[in-house]
């Protein structure tokens, strides 16, 4: 039963590095989000993709690139990390008619840009 | 722009209260309503998904309403216990999109035993 899947769990980088945080899921949905959470504060969408081989910008895409490839894996790249890009990620996954149903979440991914 | 407020920010009850959260959303216009669970170091977990066509819905001890009009939920949590201590968050979903989901700052819950 494993749902959305996010790997690492916690990263630290340095100022001007680059990383990919991995996301699959295996609920064969088609509509998968980035969000970022700062401490206090609500989920801000970052990107966004409605199905494999398209993807779209959320609120706060700059500094961050996506791919999706398949239906299960949806990628988030930080290239040349920032100390504002300290954050939990989460990646979520929800089905195509997504007005009628709910939205699942994986653990998170704590990233600290130093 | 949908804002999503949530009230209280924290609160701190004693185990085997009644209590409400609150949500209010500045649009009226949205899709659903979703109340979500956020345990320390984790993900969230959906809890309840209010359809804008309906004004409540109920899950063991968990009862959410949605008055649309007012642009108002409330996340109602009967016989609170210990294992209910998390952050409480709300989403409003004004749909046009997969980016149409607002998220509260959430509530910060703690049930003294």
């Known amino acids: 039963n494993a749902g959305v899947t996010q790997t690492p769990k916690f990263r630290i980088l340095k100022i001007g590095q680059s990383m990919t945080l991995q996301c699959t899921q295996d609920?064969?949905?088609?509509?998968m989000y980035w969000y970022r959470q700062d401490p206090g504060m609500g989920l801000k969408l970052i990107y966004y993709?409605?199905?494999?081989?398209?993807?779209d910008k959320g609120e706060v895409p700059n500094g961050y690139n996506v791919s999706r490839s398949t239906t299960e894996d949806f990628p988030l790249r930080l290239e040349l990390a920032a100390p504002s890009q300290t954050s939990v990620y989460f990646c979520?996954?929800?089905?195509?008619?997504?007005?009628?149903?709910?939205?699942?979440f994986g653990e998170g991914s704590w990233l600290t840009v130093v | 722009k949908q804002e999503v407020t949530q009230i209280p920010a924290a609160l701190s009850v004693p185990e085997g209260e009644n209590l409400v959260l609150n949500c209010s959303f500045t649009?009226?216009?949205?899709?659903?309503l979703q109340w979500f669970r956020q345990d320390p170091g984790k993900g969230l977990t959906s809890l309840l998904l209010?359809?804008?066509?309906?004004r409540e819905q109920t899950s063991g001890r968990l009862n959410a309403s949605l008055d649309k009009s007012s642009g108002r939920s409330t996340l109602y949590i009967a016989a609170s216990q210990p294992g209910d201590s998390a952050t409480y968050l709300c989403?409003?979903?004004?749909?046009?999109?997969?980016?149409?989901?607002?998220f509260g700052k959430g509530t910060h819950l703690i049930i003294q035993p």
């Open positions: 979520a996954s929800s089905y195509p008619n997504r007005f009628r149903n709910t939205i699942y």
């Open positions: 609920m064969n949905h088609n509509y």
């Open positions: 993709s409605v199905g494999a081989g398209i993807t």
């Open positions: 649009d009226s216009a949205i899709y659903n």
């Open positions: 209010i359809q804008s066509s309906q």
């Open positions: 989403a409003a979903d004004s749909g046009g999109g997969a980016d149409g989901l607002t």
